[in-house]
């Protein structure tokens, strides 16, 4: 099992016909979770081949309209279409509202169930939980309450070294606790040692996803070693005052965040509309974090293979 990402529009305020706004589709184990939903969202899964009926939740980051505005009308294709499974929707409070007065206005009778969670403002929790993986919210600093995303494996059972224990006769109950850890003690008075009969399972992997946000000097110590985050860098370090002022982060903001956390890989997006050529922010983040990558539409990762 491995995070899968897609790279759905990764463009800022204004939509272009080469340029689409912000959405990602991140896959785990056939959960298919879109992180913000900006215009033209549903037409780029088209796009790419990716079916909206298979996503289960859909995380909101702020509602400004680049990340939510394409939102109702996916919900109204999900429904057209005739979907019956459930849908989950996490975001800050008054986008259930919004939501609500659309479907209203329209006389929309939805064939299927929608879920509103709320993400707090003022705290971090875990927002998303199944058996394997966690979701948590992170406060960034925008110029409305935002909020980023931390998926994250949980962390693998032990594995059973199968040959070394096929010659015991050992009940269920006692393998699992194997993999939980524990020595195990059999009818006969042997001991099996855990550190013997099992090994190290592959360490977890996570993904970050901040967007829209400020620098916060306190960011890093919440995505320590990500393996890959995600990170705007909507303006080059020359335009840093504009970045202060709209609630947005330069490239070496990006990358100064990405070295201070240790992470894998750090991939920049929501670029501002006046660079016409994005390698010159490319060149910037490298500078001071060297594995860094443009995103770019269509981008697809396997974040267990990097």
Known sequence: MSFKLTILGCDSAIPTINKKQTAQLLSYNERFFLIDCGENTQVQLRKYQLSFQRINHVFISHLHGD???????LITSMHLLGR????HI?????????INIQLSASKTDLNFPLFFHEIPIDKEIVIYQDPFIEVSNLILDHTIDCSGFLFKEKKFKRKVVK??????NIPFDK???LKEGKDILLQSGETL????FTKVSKPPKSYAYC???RFSSTLSSKIKKV?????EATYCEKHKEIAVRTGHSTTIEAAEIAKKAKVNRLIIGHYSKRYSELDKLLIECKEKFDNTFLANEGDFLIIDTI
């Open 67 to 73: 990340h939510y505005y394409g939102l109702i009308g």
């Open 84 to 87: 019956k499974k459930e849908l």
């Open 90 to 98: 996490y975001a800050h409070a008054l986008l259930k509202e919004i």
């Open 163 to 168: 040959e070394k224990i096929d010659k015991y």
């Open 175 to 177: 393998i699992i606790h």
């Open 193 to 196: 040692l855990n550190k013997i």
């Open 211 to 213: 967007s829209d946000t």
């Open 227 to 231: 393996d890959v985050l995600y990170h």
